[in-house]
């Protein structure tokens, strides 16, 4: 039942907090281009802001009206189809308390404890599909934020701004290896990180220096396979039921039966639901005769 520890390449899940102006969607966008093997990304812009950044960066732009959390793994699914390397959505936090999100959902409900009820399946799909991406995800968050006023070094009193709770649900921060807080004077405050590098690390506007180290981290290891790669694997035309039940059990253990993706013929499909369907209509391998 247990297979031995080994370490793989893996995919960046990234979330970046902070208040208005600290710098989230430039450093998304640097770390993505910085990261993705071509330089390409989507970002997923429900902040509607995301073009202002077209002079600087190259990307494939997607801007749904509303942040509706059912629609989001279908839009995964097209940035993996399009062959993105790297995902952004900014801003993660709508999917919460925009029109649309979750907030928004439930509060539209007579009964909210139903309200609650229904919405968590979806906030699931919704998480599952996002982290099964076939390439890096980064996702901005907005912080509620208050202003406090202190005195500086020449004794002048001064209001500044400070950042408190990300705009999403408490538990959302295990969701992801890496989450940096942002300040307005474009600083990042590492406040967890699985990469041992980054551990409390404090970085004055992050650019090429924090690609590199992540990237460093990301690429240890043996190649692994994506979701896309198991969808291509079953959808080989000889594809035997044994075939694909394996396929399912390691899509399985590496978490990825939630991963949506375009299915052969361009609808958005859970790998999982993909995989049980394939299995049923493949033939089992022929007898092998003396």
């Known amino acids: 039942m247990f297979a031995p520890s080994r370490r793989e390449q893996m995919r960046l899940r990234m979330a970046l907090q902070g208040p208005a102006g600290s710098g989230?969607?430039?450093?998304?966008?640097?770390?993505?281009q910085g990261l993705s093997p071509d330089?390409?990304?989507?970002?997923?812009?429900?902040?509607q802001r995301a073009l202002e950044y077209s002079d600087r960066f190259a990307f494939g732009h997607l801007a749904p009206?509303?942040?509706?959390?059912?629609?989001?793994?279908?839009?995964?699914?097209?940035?993996?189809?399009?062959?993105?390397?790297?995902?952004?959505?900014?801003?993660?936090?709508?999917?919460?308390s925009g029109v649309g999100g979750a907030l928004d959902r439930v509060d539209r409900k007579a009964d909210k404890r139903a309200g609650w009820g229904e919405?968590?399946?979806?906030?699931?799909?919704?998480?599952?599909?996002?982290?099964?991406?076939?390439?890096h995800v980064i996702v901005t968050m907005r912080v509620k934020t208050e202003y406090v006023t202190e005195q500086d070094q020449r004794?002048?009193?001064?209001?500044?701004?400070?950042?408190?709770?990300a705009d999403q649900r408490d538990s959302v921060d295990y969701e992801f290896s890496v989450i940096g807080e942002m300040d307005t004077d474009?600083?990042?405050?590492?406040?967890?990180?699985?990469?041992?590098?980054?551990?409390?690390?404090?970085?004055?506007?992050?650019?090429?220096?924090?690609?590199e180290t992540l990237a460093a981290w990301l690429g240890q290891g043996e190649p692994a396979p994506d979701a896309t790669t198991f969808r291509d694997r079953a959808l080989?035309?000889?594809?035997?039921?044994?075939?694909?039940?394996?396929?399912?059990?390691?899509?399985?253990r590496r978490n990825l039966l939630g991963a949506v993706l375009v299915n052969e013929v361009g609808e958005p499909e859970e790998l999982g639901a993909l995989l049980v369907r394939l299995g049923k209509a493949a033939p089992m391998p022929q007898a092998v005769t003396a």
């Open 24 to 32: 989230k969607t430039f450093t998304a966008m640097t770390l993505a």
């Open 39 to 47: 330089g390409r990304f989507a970002v997923i812009d429900t902040e």
């Open 65 to 96: 009206s509303v942040a509706d959390p059912e629609q989001l793994p279908g839009m995964v699914a097209a940035a993996a189809a399009e062959g993105f390397g790297a995902l952004i959505v900014d801003s993660f936090s709508l999917y919460w």
């Open 119 to 135: 919405y968590r399946p979806i906030e699931a799909k919704m998480m599952r599909a996002l982290l099964g991406f076939p390439g």
């Open 155 to 165: 004794g002048r009193m001064v209001t500044r701004r400070l950042g408190l709770k």
């Open 186 to 211: 474009h600083a990042l405050t590492v406040v967890k990180s699985t990469c041992a590098a980054l551990t409390d690390q404090r970085l004055e506007r992050p650019g090429a220096d924090l690609v």
């Open 236 to 252: 080989v035309k000889d594809a035997t039921q044994p075939d694909i039940r394996a396929l399912y059990d390691d899509a399985k």
